[in-house]
C-alpha cells in the first residue's frame, strides 16, 4: 500500500536557462535586524496589499516585519515590541477571522502576544512560564471552526486560549518544557456534540517523556511514554505521521542516549497507543524534529535528519520498518549519511531547485571555529547524489535556522530566505535568488506529512 501522494514539478520555460551558479542576492538583501534572530522566517501578504512581507522574532523582544525592499515596515507600531526575548517561530494566521492576518508570539517574559496587522496588541495573555523555543501553534483543536492558540512553557504549563485571549484549559505537564507542541488527529476520535474529528496536543518534557492531551485538557490513554534521557533546555521535538501505511499515527522522536551511557543514540517510533514500534540506531545526537517525506518519489516515506555533528541522513523509512526487530539499524539511500559541516541544529528543507526533476537538499550549517560570514552557511546538495550543487555554499554568518521557499517579490522566481549573521558574524536577513526565470507554473515535490 503507498502511503504518499508526490507532485511533479511542472515547468514551461521559454528557451532560458533554469538555474544560476550564481545563485545572487535577491536586490536590497542581506538586511540587518536590530537582534539575533533563531524562529523560521515567515513569508506573507500581512495586510492584503498585494505584497508579501517577512515577519519574524528576534533577541531584541521585538516581532519585526520586513519588506521585499529590505526595508523594515515601520508605523509607529512595528516593530513591535514585547517584555522579552523572542527565540522561537512567530505564527500568521486570521486567528478570529475578520479577514485580517494576526501575528502571534511568545515571549521570554512568559506572555504570548497577539498582534494585528498594523502592529497593535490585541491580547496578551501569560502561558504560565518563560519561553524560549516554545513557539505557539494554531489549530482549530475540537472542530468547531474556531482556531485557538496553543502553547508549552518553562514553567510546564499547557495552555489553550480561544481567538479572543480567554483560557479554554490550563494543565500541568510532568515537567518543564522546552519546545514547542505539536497538533495532529492521533486517533480520528469526534467530539460527541459537534461530531467533527478532534484533535490532540503532543509534546516532550524536559524529563525525558513524551505527553499528549486531548482537546478537551484530558491526558490520552497509555501516555506519557518515557523516551530517552533527562535533557535541560533543548528543543526535541516530536513529529506525528503514519509511517507504515495502516492508517493509524505514529510518534517519531530523535533522542540522546544518557550522559556516560554506552546506549546508542536512536529515533524512536511510537505507536497510537504508547507503544514502542521501532528503535532506530543511528549513533548520532539530532537537535531538531526529523522530517518524515516521500524524498524520491515512490510513494513511501523517507525519514531526513541533520545530526549536531553536520551530517545529514536520508533513510528508506519503508524499508527500516520492514525489519525484524525492535532494535533495527537505517536502511540508508545511496550516498548517505554524509558529512556536510562542522555542526547543525536545524532540520534540512527540500525543493527542486534546478528543474532536473530531482529533489535538492538544502540546509544551513556553523562552524565554530570561523569568524564572520566564514562560521555559518547555506548548502544545497542533490538528494540522488549526494553532492553540492553549483554555486553552493552561501556563507551568511553563524546560523541554525531552517530554510524558507518563497517568491517574495512575485516574479515568477523562487527564493531561498533564511536568517545568519548570530553573534555579531554578519548580517541577519538572507535571501537568495535561486534563479528560476519565466515559469510559468511550479509545485515543490513531494508531500511532506506530519
Known sequence: MKLFISFLLIVIMLGLPLFSADSPYQQNFPAGVYGDVYGQIKIVDLDNDGKKEMVFGAVDGSIHVYRVDGKEKRNGFFPKHTGGPIMSDVEVADLDKDGKKDIIATSFDGNVYVIDSDGKVKWKQSIGGGSVFNSPVISDLDGDGKLEVITTSLGGKVMVFDD???????????????GPPVVADMDGEEDQDTKKRTKEIIFRNDKGEIEIFKCNGHRKQNWPVASGKETKFWPYIPVVSDVDGDGKK???????????????????????NGKIMKQIVVNKNIADKVKITDADGDGYPDLIYASED???????LHSTMRADGEEVKPVYHDGWPKKVAPNMQAVPNLADIDGDGVL??????FNPKAKGLKSGFVGVLSLDKASMK???PKFIGKTTSRITFADIDSDGDVEIIVSGGLGLTGKQLHVFDVVAKNIFKFVILGIEHE
Open 390 to 392: 553549483s554555486g553552493f
Open 360 to 365: 535538492d537538499l538544502v540546509y544551513t550549517g
Open 164 to 178: 479572543k485571549g480567554v483560557i479554554k484549559w490550563a494543565q500541568n505537564a510532568n515537567a518543564r518544557i522546552s
Open 310 to 316: 553536520g551530517f545529514v541522513g536520508v533513510i528508506d
Open 250 to 272: 505514529e510518534v517519531i522522536i530523535s533522542m540522546p542516549s544518557a550522559e556516560n551511557s554506552s546506549e546508542e543514540q536512536k529515533i524512536r517510533i511510537f505507536s497510537e
